[in-house]
């Protein structure tokens, strides 16, 4: 296994794991791509969602890299606004951009992630072509667009089920950009399929935002999966006892996924 480093023009660092090319094995020299993004309310990123989840996509075959994206440290910093996006965007637009050299599929990159990371999974996939993204990148096309995205209890919406938190450090008090990162009102045609899975019982980010997330992409015929657990709480990653947070019925999503991805990319182990 190689380790890969990249530091982004915001100084957002990208740390990947990639499987080792082979002679014996040289129909996988190739695989496609999952991008992580930690959750932590947009004021960090939380390590119990990026190096446990990351081998578990490792271990499915996958090349699998971690973004630590730009967070507002402290309340006396100015809001995110678009920064977060632009890092997303741009590391799925490095990975495809130099995918021979990281063996990867250019058209197979995911992206999955966790509450606030959830939150910016979700963006990047709805907003990738949003004229800050494509300014800022320097990009007219759809480079940047992942090919499928996997939600972890994401933040959806910025209207009454929100999490003020990660709202706040996103946007600030601009009316207008809360508005825009109220995702469930961007959904459109033609978006990357969507693999979704949240608990009934998460008292941090209400289940509503999966929910009114899942019936925008129906009603727009996007395709996705929708998994609800009934019991536990907020960040519970592969719930596991590395990441504090066991639950062997819970932890189903991480198979219920790898399944649902093999058949969304085509890559069957």
């Known amino acids: 296994m190689e380790m890969y480093t990249y530091t982004l023009p915001s100084g957002a660092k990208l740390v990947g794991y990639l499987r080792d090319e082979t002679t014996e094995m040289p129909a996988f020299n190739t695989r496609p791509a999952m991008l992580i993004l930690p959750g932590g309310g947009y004021a960090y990123c939380s390590a119990r969602e990026a190096d446990p989840v990351a081998m578990q996509f490792l271990q499915a075959g996958y090349n699998v890299f971690t973004l630590y994206y730009t967070c507002r440290i402290s309340a006396e910093q100015s809001a995110l606004h678009w920064q977060p996006l632009i890092d997303a965007a741009g590391a799925v637009l490095h990975i495809r951009r130099n995918a021979q050299a990281l063996r990867i599929d250019p058209a197979k990159i995911a992206v999955c992630g966790f509450s606030a990371g959830g939150h910016l999974a979700a963006s990047t996939a709805i907003l990738w072509d949003a004229e800050p993204v494509q300014k800022a990148l320097g990009i007219h096309a759809e480079e940047a667009r992942p090919n ?36 469930e009102n961007q959904i459109r045609a033609g978006l990357p399929p969507f693999f979704i899975w949240h608990t009934v019982e998460d ?52 198979a219920l996924c790898t399944d649902w991805l093999a058949d969304t990319l085509d890559f069957h182990l």
């Open 203 to 254: 008292p941090a980010v209400p289940v509503q935002n999966s929910l009114l997330l899942a019936n925008a992409l129906n009603e727009h015929k996007v395709p996705f999966e929708l998994h609800l657990f009934a019991h536990d709480g907020h960040g519970t990653s592969t719930c596991t006892n590395e990441v504090n947070t066991p639950n062997s019925h819970n932890r189903a999503w991480v």
């Open 148 to 183: 499928a995205v996997v939600l972890g209890y994401p933040v959806v919406t910025s209207g009454v089920a929100t999490h003020g938190g990660s709202m706040q450090n996103l946007c600030g008090e601009d009316a207008a950009l809360r508005s825009t990162m109220s995702l």
